[in-house]
Each structure stands twice: as structure tokens, then as C-alpha cells.
């Protein structure tokens, strides 16, 4: 073990009683972002499913476009990693040797697979207005027409068949394909709380509830995502026209669909009581079987971490947006509230998991405080501070911002695709 291993850590490590000298807050802020953004790429592509799979038909215009956000937050889920890496070249390491005895490289094999059905999936469902591009590009003159023209060709890859008979094969391939990724999705957040509660040498972390409590969890932070994303792009998209075309016609130009965001509303509820009712439930059976760490954990969940769990996380985070969203008379500025609300309860949970089962010493005779690096001095301050976590949470708005581009999620009035 190099130097530079052993004091990683040292820079945002308190210490408190007695701890050993070689032990830190190895996990970071990097390690709480990772399974909060694998969360957000299973949630939304489950909410994208709940139209293409299910038929829920009033969700289409959401759907369509949590697709396609899937697709841009699936590289963030795996940055995370990659800048916590004391040797980053070795990153490609598990894709290149996959093998299921390791948990990190079975992560590699289904981070592949999903990202193969994602990309299949959109191609599926666009394949039609990549084929209308081309021939609408075709013959017009310019640099970016010739540019767009030869992206449109590529992404046809060929296959020019629109017919009703093509179509159809497309809408059921695409159906299937999300049938299939829903599972995949699931997985590949599970596996993340599964490395958690694999971990034996960890009492706060050892338990079958929390790959579920993951999953769950992770479903609502994506829906929540996908909603507060739409209705901002959405708003801003009508208040542009707005200003644009004037007041006589700001009663047609639409923002968000108040029926739509219900509806979606609707399914964030159910997904909520789920998620709220397993971890409450783990922390009952955890105090229930009191097995021989409870003291050293009682004294992290009900004191050290008190704020964090119990004010942030299920109080500010989970039962007040819940609240909100629940009372009769929901507006729109509401519901922002509660979804942003959301979006905190779970990164707070994310946080309590991965920072508050390092909070306590092996020793169970001391503690461990860790504080964020604001003001990077550094480039592993950086990486392991606020500027490297807030790089991980915007890089998929990038990556959305060129998609929609080529893949125009956000269009209405268009003809169904699938």
C-alpha cells in the first residue's frame, strides 16, 4: 500500500475518542453521489416505463422524455467512481475482465447491458423521425444541414423502412426492450445497496433490507428528478413564448400538463410509502434484535446523527414533501417544493448510509466526523469536495441538453412513435 493510500482520507477526517490511527472517512462525498445518481437512472427509466410497458397513456409526454434523460444520466452514474479512483487508468479494468466474484465487476456487466437496452430502446421508438430528417435534409445546402444530414444517416444505421408493418415491429421491440429494463434498471441500483449490506465487518450497513430500501428509494428520487426537470423546461419553454408571440396568445401557450404531473404525483406516492415504510421498518428490526453493536449504532442514529437522520432525512426529506403532495388543492410551485424536498430526503439517505456507517470506529470506542472540502486546495480536495459533487450532478443536464438535440423528447403534438 502506497502513501498516498494510507492518508487518504486525512484532509476531512475529525476524530473523536479513541479510533485507530490508520482508520479515516475513506468513502467521500464521491461515494454517497454514486448510488444517489445509479438511483436517478433507475428511477427515470421506470417512470418511462409506466407508459411504454404499462399503458399508461396520459404519461406519454413524461415518459418519452425520462427516457431519453436516462440515457444522459447513465455516464454520471459511473463518474462518481471514477474520481474517487486513486488510479483512475484502471477504471476499464472490470469491463474488460467481467466476471460475477466480484460485485464491482458484475456492476461492469450490468452498467453494459443497460446501456445497451437504453440506446436500443430510444432507437426503437425515434427510428421514424431519424428516417423523416434525413429526408427532410436532404438537398439543403450549409455546413450544419450537411452535418446534421450525415448524424441523422448514422443513427438510421441503415434501415429506411417506415411502413406500418416496420413501425409495428419497432413499437413492440421497444416494448419488450423496457419490459426487460425494468429489472436491469432495478439491479443495477440493487447491486450498489447490496455491496453495502454485504459488508459483515459493518453494523450499520449489514442487512438483507437494503438493497430493497435502495431500490425503492431510488425509484423516487428519479421520478422526483424526471418531474422537477420537466416542469422547469417545460415552464421556461411556455414563458419564452410568452414573451415572444405576447399576452393575446399566452392563453394557448402550455406550460407543464397539470394532469400529467398529477398523475405522475400519484406514482411518487405510492413508491414513497413504500420506500419510507422499509426503512422505518429496518430501524425497528435493528433495535428490535439489538444484537451486540446496537449500543455504538444508538448512540450514531439517536445522537451523533440525530440531525441528519431524523430532522433532514425522514422529517424534511420524507414526511413533510409527503405532506404536500398528499393535502387537497396541489399547485404546481407545491409540488417543485415537495420534489426538491425529495430529492433532499434521498441524498440525505444516501449520505447516512455512507457516511454514517464510517461515523463510528472499528474500535467501537470512538468516532469519525466528515466535512466536505468547500474550497478546493487541491485536485483531491476537489474531487472529494462540493465543486467535484456538484461537476457529478450537472454533467447529465450537458449530456441532455446535446441528446435533445438529435432526440427531441421534449416535442409536442407529435405523432406517436411507438
Known amino acids: 500500500m502506497t502513501s498516498e493510500a494510507v492518508v487518504h482520507g486525512v484532509e476531512w477526517t475529525i476524530k473523536e475518542l479513541f479510533v485507530y490511527p490508520n482508520e479515516f472517512i475513506y468513502w467521500s462525498i464521491q461515494i454517497v453521489m454514486y448510488p444517489y445518481m445509479t438511483g436517478l437512472v433507475a428511477g427515470a427509466f421506470v417512470l418511462s416505463s409506466l407508459y411504454h410497458v404499462f399503458g399508461?397513456?396520459?404519461?406519454?409526454?413524461i415518459a418519452q422524455f425520462s427516457l431519453v434523460f436516462s440515457l444522459a444520466l447513465l455516464p454520471a452514474a459511473g463518474l462518481p467512481l471514477l474520481l474517487h479512483l486513486q488510479q483512475p487508468t484502471r477504471a476499464m479494468e472490470p469491463l474488460l475482465t467481467p466476471h460475477f466474484t466480484s460485485a464491482i465487476s458484475a456492476f461492469g456487466i450490468v452498467f453494459t447491458a443497460y446501456g445497451l437496452i437504453v440506446v436500443s430502446e430510444i432507437w426503437f421508438v425515434y427510428r421514424r423521425y431519424f428516417v423523416d430528417q434525413v429526408n427532410e435534409l436532404k438537398g439543403k445546402e450549409g455546413f450544419g444541414n450537411m452535418l446534421r444530414l450525415n448524424i441523422y444517416r448514422v443513427l438510421t444505421m441503415g434501415s429506411f423502412d417506415i411502413s406500418e408493418e416496420a413501425l409495428a415491429v419497432d413499437h413492440k421491440a421497444a416494448k419488450i426492450l423496457a419490459g426487460?429494463?425494468?429489472?436491469?434498471?432495478?439491479?443495477?441500483h440493487?447491486?450498489?445497496?447490496?455491496?453495502?449490506?454485504?459488508?459483515?465487518?459493518n453494523a450499520l450497513w449489514m442487512s438483507p433490507l437494503m438493497p430493497v430500501i435502495f431500490i425503492m428509494s431510488a425509484?423516487?428520487?428519479?421520478?422526483?428528478?424526471?418531474?422537477?426537470t420537466y416542469i422547469v423546461i417545460m415552464e421556461w419553454k411556455a414563458f419564452r413564448k410568452r414573451r415572444t408571440e405576447g399576452a393575446t396568445a399566452a392563453v394557448e401557450i402550455k406550460g407543464a400538463e397539470i394532469d400529467i404531473i398529477s398523475k405522475a404525483t400519484t406514482y411518487l406516492l405510492g413508491f414513497l410509502i413504500a420506500a419510507i415504510s422499509l426503512e422505518i421498518l429496518?430501524?425497528?428490526?435493528r433495535g428490535y434484535t439489538a444484537m451486540k453493536s446496537w449500543d455504538i449504532l444508538r448512540s450514531v442514529m439517536y445522537g451523533k446523527d440525530f440531525v441528519n437522520i431524523f430532522v433532514l432525512q425522514y422529517t424534511l426529506g420524507n414526511l413533510v414533501p409527503f405532506v404536500l403532495l398528499l393535502?387537497?388543492?396541489?399547485?404546481?410551485?407545491?409540488t417543485v417544493v415537495a420534489l426538491l424536498l425529495v430529492l433532499f430526503g434521498v441524498f440525505m439517505m444516501r449520505w447516512n448510509v455512507v457516511i454514517g456507517g464510517q461515523a463510528f470506529s472499528l474500535s467501537f470506542s470512538g468516532y469519525m466526523h466528515y466535512h466536505v472540502p468547500i474550497i478546493p486546495h487541491s485536485l483531491e480536495t476537489f474531487k472529494e469536495g462540493l465543486f467535484g459533487a456538484?461537476?457529478?450532478?450537472?454533467?447529465?443536464?450537458?449530456?441532455?441538453?446535446?441528446?435533445?438535440k438529435y432526440v427531441p423528447s421534449l416535442e409536442r403534438g407529435e405523432e406517436a412513435k411507438y
Not at 190 to 201: D, L, M, R, T
Not at 219 to 228: D, E, H, Q, Y
Not at 282 to 285: K, Y
Not at 327 to 334: A, E, N, Q, V
Open 390 to 404: 456538484l461537476t457529478v450532478f450537472a454533467t447529465p443536464f450537458v449530456l441532455f441538453w446535446i441528446i435533445n
Open 282 to 285: 429496518d430501524l425497528i428490526f
Open 219 to 228: 425509484v423516487v428520487s428519479g421520478i422526483a428528478l424526471c418531474m422537477l
Open 190 to 201: 440493487g447491486y450498489a445497496g447490496f455491496i453495502f449490506g454485504s459488508v459483515k465487518a
Open 180 to 188: 426487460v429494463g425494468i429489472p436491469v434498471a432495478c439491479f443495477l
Open 327 to 334: 393535502l387537497p388543492g396541489r399547485t404546481l410551485k407545491r
Open 56 to 61: 399508461q397513456k396520459d404519461l406519454k409526454e
